[in-house]
């Protein structure tokens, strides 16, 4: 696929007509990456000011402990929180404290928050769905750490089956156990006990 196929995907989730010269500026300004699997989309410790639209693929948000251990804190796919940045450097302008890696091979769009930010503020459509999208991340974010805190193993596993399926097809058993604070081995005895 070439550059224009890429960004066709991105360009039909604007809410802005193709004609659009916001688009064909952003398209100019936007670079697409492929990543093999386990290639890192935004590094520990990094002062990265880009924005990343997934076009196909899947990404594992991490971060490391004060032990060293690699702990998942959330999943990224074309379909599901498909829009990655380093939070922490765009909005508090630190280094990140996690990584995103790639779970799968898998296809962006990189372009520069700020060229970003500056095109929402004059287009009111472009705000209202980064608003959305925004919104869909927190209430997401949300959702997973209350259901954590509020539930037992089983019952937060049940929860994750009933609600995001699509996370046992596309991750690795490791990650979605590390996500949910629990080992592998615990993780496999409550999904038979789950099916059972």
């Given at each position: 696929?070439?550059?224009?196929d890429?960004?066709?995907?991105?360009?039909?989730?604007?809410?802005?007509?193709d004609?659009?010269?916001?688009l064909?500026?952003?398209?100019?300004k936007?670079?697409?990456?492929?990543?093999?699997?386990?290639?890192?989309l935004?590094?520990?410790?990094?002062?990265?000011?880009?924005?990343?639209?997934?076009?196909s693929?899947?990404?594992?948000?991490s971060i490391?402990?004060?032990?060293g251990?690699?702990r998942?804190?959330m999943?990224?796919t074309?379909?599901?929180?498909?829009?990655?940045?380093?939070?922490?450097?765009?909005?508090?302008?630190e280094?990140t404290?996690?990584e995103?890696?790639?779970?799968?091979?898998?296809?962006v769009?990189?372009?520069?928050?700020?060229f970003?930010?500056?095109?929402?503020?004059?287009?009111?459509?472009l705000?209202?769905?980064?608003?959305?999208?925004?919104?869909?991340?927190?209430?997401?974010?949300?959702l997973?750490?209350?259901?954590?805190?509020?539930?037992t193993s089983?019952?937060?596993?049940?929860?994750l089956?009933e609600?995001?399926?699509?996370?046992?097809?596309?991750?690795p058993?490791?990650?979605?156990?590390?996500f949910?604070?629990i080992?592998?081995?615990?993780?496999?005895?409550?999904?038979?006990k789950?099916?059972?």
């Amino acid at each position: 696929m070439e550059k224009t196929d890429y960004f066709k995907v991105l360009r039909n989730k604007f809410p802005v007509k193709d004609d659009h010269p916001f688009l064909a500026e952003l398209e100019q300004k936007c670079t697409v990456l492929k990543l093999e699997k386990n290639e890192l989309l935004i590094r520990y410790n990094a002062d990265n000011k880009k924005m990343f639209f997934i076009v196909s693929g899947s990404f594992i948000r991490s971060i490391i402990t004060s032990r060293g251990e690699d702990r998942t804190v959330m999943f990224h796919t074309e379909d599901f929180l498909e829009f990655v940045k380093a939070y922490d450097t765009v909005y508090f302008h630190e280094k990140t404290n996690y990584e995103i890696k790639a779970n799968e091979r898998s296809v962006v769009i990189a372009f520069d928050y700020d060229f970003m930010f500056q095109a929402v503020s004059k287009q009111l459509d472009l705000l209202q769905y980064f608003t959305f999208k925004t919104e869909e991340l927190l209430k997401t974010i949300d959702l997973f750490r209350n259901f954590q805190l509020g539930l037992t193993s089983d019952e937060y596993l049940s929860w994750l089956y009933e609600n995001y399926s699509f996370l046992f097809q596309r991750f690795p058993a490791q990650n979605i156990a590390s996500f949910m604070g629990i080992t592998p081995v615990w993780l496999s005895k409550l999904k038979a006990k789950l099916t059972s």
